[in-house]
């Protein structure tokens, strides 16, 4: 594959695309180390909980389209996916914040697995410099400019509180960081080089809660059932004059990483 037709179908692939790489990758990794050496569409969509005609689109962005009756060769496409999110070669971690989630992260080994190392830690509490956590003490703070040069980090994790995450961003910045990964709830200001992924657990119970929601408005559209009226659910989950109603998820209109029955 040409570096340059490469590098412009990575530009054209949607973010929820890219998310999904990722869960198939997992998916494709283990299925390696199990021995498999083909899979089907519909095998691996099934692992991924994603739809087959979904995923041979999401394939199609970085030219993987397998072979009729075969499917896909496993270890091929976990080369193609790993080149695509630039996998190729190991980034290292630092996690700045050593509290509850601190330190469940920094003892995480699936980073490691995946070609993630956690290379430096930091926090401001005296009581935890210089103690291991995960096999790696605790550095200062102030020290984070000095030791990711040294370490070569190129991804930032942020699990401190609001107040301190902007100046621990500057100074991962500063130290040579070009990926963030921000746990603090604040939008953090950064030079147009370096990606940021803010996670906030609270938005995404509430996505959770809305799914849930437009779920149980959908059920309540019930055939047969008198005082049903089109008020109940999105526009065009209604009744019709047979007094039958077809939802969004039984038309196909929902989609998302789970597959149920």
Do not use: W
């Not at 990794?29 to 995923?55: I, M, W, Y």
């Not at 040579?176 to 603090?184: E, K």
Request: charged share 25%.
């Amino acid at each position: 594959m040409a570096v340059p037709a490469a590098r412009e179908r990575a530009r054209a692939i949607p973010e929820a695309a890219v998310a999904r790489l990722a869960v198939y990758l997992r998916v494709l990794s283990g299925l390696d180390e199990r021995g498999t050496t083909t899979v089907s569409s519909e095998e691996l969509a099934a692992f991924a909980g994603v739809n087959s005609a979904k995923l041979r689109k999401d394939l199609s962005y970085i030219g993987s389209y397998g072979t009729r009756g075969v499917g896909y060769e496993v270890s091929v496409l976990i080369g193609q996916i790993e080149r695509t999110l630039g996998l190729t070669k190991k980034h290292r971690v630092a996690v700045v914040g050593i509290g509850n989630l601190g330190h469940a992260l920094a003892n995480y080994g699936g980073f490691l697995n995946r070609g993630f190392p956690v290379a430096a830690l930091f926090d401001l509490d005296p009581d935890l410099l210089d103690v291991p956590v995960g096999g790696i003490p605790v550095s200062a703070v102030d020290d984070i400019v000095e030791v990711c040069r040294e370490r070569e980090v190129t991804i930032g994790v942020i699990a401190t509180p609001v107040e301190g995450a902007q100046e621990v961003c500057d100074r991962l910045v500063e130290g040579g960081v070009v990926c963030i990964l921000n746990f603090a709830p604040v939008v953090l200001r950064v030079p147009e080089h370096v990606e940021v992924r803010k996670v906030d657990l609270a938005v995404e119970m509430q996505i959770l809660s809305f799914h849930v929601a437009r779920r149980n408005q959908e059920a309540a559209v019930v055939p047969g059932i008198a005082g049903n009226t089109a008020d109940v659910g999105p526009p065009g989950d209604r009744v019709n004059g047979n007094g039958n109603s077809k939802s969004a998820l039984e038309r196909g209109d929902v989609d998302g990483m789970v597959v149920r029955p």
